[in-house]
Structure formats: C-alpha cells, structure tokens
C-alpha cells in the first residue's frame, strides 16, 4: 500500500510540473483516456477539454509557477495543497489549490481542483456553461 501512494503520489507531482514547464506531451501521457476532472465554479471536464483548457493557459502565461505546500497520500488518492503563480504582460494571477487525483495504473484517472474562484474568473472570465457535477 505505502508503494501504491508513493507512486500515486509521483504521478501526481508529474502532472503539476508539466504544467509548470509546460509540457503537453507529457500532460497529455499522465492522463487515463477515460480521464475526467472536476473544478470548482466550472464543473465537469473531458480529458479533452481539461487539455485544451491547460494549453491555453501554459500559452497565455509564459512564466508559471506551482508550489506545492503539502501533500498527502493513501493507495491510489492524492491530495495536494499548492500555491500558483502565472505572470504574463500586464497580468498576475496566483491563486491557492487543492487537487485530488486519483491514480491508477500509473496514470491520473479523475481529479478535483478547487481554488478561489472569483481569482479565477477576473484572470480568465466567468466559468463556462456547467458541466454536470461527478461525485468521486
């Protein structure tokens, strides 16, 4: 079990790094293809959607940082506390997050992000239309 969360817990720390330095190739490859993700004030997220979404902000924001300040980890859970800095031309936007990811097979198969929407929406404008909300 303690192996199980560590490599849990490495998937996990892959996946803010990439977006860090902002490798799709390499988000893209942590992702299960039955992946879904959940964000608070935006609801449900395809795979697909999650992608496009976080390729738009790795080239929106030239300069990225995620920090991650604490971590826990049971079997195939991950919880993440980070804080998020994302500066561009006439724009900063940090935020602090929780994720949960849940891995398996080596690879993030769901997840949940919650952050200070209203943050979010003066950087990147009001939540698209809801999706339908996943229990994990």
């Not at 988000?27 to 609801?43: I, K, N, R, Y």
């Not at 959607?49 to 924001?61: I, V």
């Not at 690879?107 to 200070?116: Q, V």
Request: with cysteine.
């Amino acid at each position: 079990m303690q192996q199980l969360a560590r490599t849990s817990q490495q998937v996990a720390a892959a996946f803010l790094q990439a977006i860090e330095d902002g490798n799709a190739a390499d988000l893209e490859s942590l992702l299960a293809p039955t992946f879904h993700w959940w964000v608070a004030g935006w609801g449900e997220r395809s795979r697909t959607e999650l992608l496009a979404a976080l390729s738009r902000t790795m080239a929106a924001f030239p300069s990225r940082r995620l920090a991650v300040k604490g971590v826990t980890a049971e079997g195939e859970r991950v919880a993440v506390e980070a804080e998020g800095r994302f500066e561009r031309p006439g724009l900063l936007y940090c935020n602090t997050y929780h994720y949960l990811f849940i891995v398996r097979d080596g690879r993030i198969a769901s997840g949940r992000e919650y952050f200070d929407t209203a943050a979010a929406g003066a950087a990147f404008g009001p939540p698209p239309t809801q999706g339908k909300n996943h229990e994990q």
